[in-house]
Nanobody, 114 residues
Framework: VQLQASGGGLVQPGGSLRLSCTTSGSIFGIMDMGWYRQRTGKQRELVAAIVSGEPTQYAYFVKGRFTITRDNAKNTLYLQMNSLKPEDTAVYYC?????????WGQGTLVTVSS
């Protein structure tokens, strides 16, 4: 399964971005999915997860600001990011939840700066 994240860029503090994650795999609709990020010098961390039959999950540092959704008909996962902070600057990745080491793609860089 190839997962491709996109939608990153440079945004001012307080701004918004929407990330997308597309896949060519036909099994997307049955996979629990997550967004992850890696800040410079830090380990990769879970940002949000969408699990079938359960409430969506958010890391405490994005709760209330980010929203994870999916469109199975389009094989696409989304992350709406609002009220962005400089500390949200990172490379954002999508993967299964829990993550599979062989599903990591290149990620998309989000830079929050004035």
């Amino acid at each position: 399964v190839q997962l491709q994240a996109s939608g990153g860029g440079l945004v001012q503090p307080g701004g918004s971005l929407r990330l997308s994650c597309t896949t060519s795999g036909s099994i997307f609709g049955i996979m629990d999915m997550g967004w992850y990020r890696q800040r410079t010098g830090k380990q990769r961390e879970l940002v949000a997860a969408i699990v079938s039959g359960e409430p969506t999950q958010y890391a405490y540092f994005v709760k209330g600001r980010f929203t994870i959704t999916r469109d199975n008909a389009k094989n696409t996962l989304y992350l709406q990011m609002n009220s962005l902070k400089p500390e949200d600057t990172a490379v954002y990745y999508c993967n299964k939840f829990p993550a599979r080491f062989d599903y990591w793609g290149q990620g998309t860089l989000v830079t929050v700066s004035s």
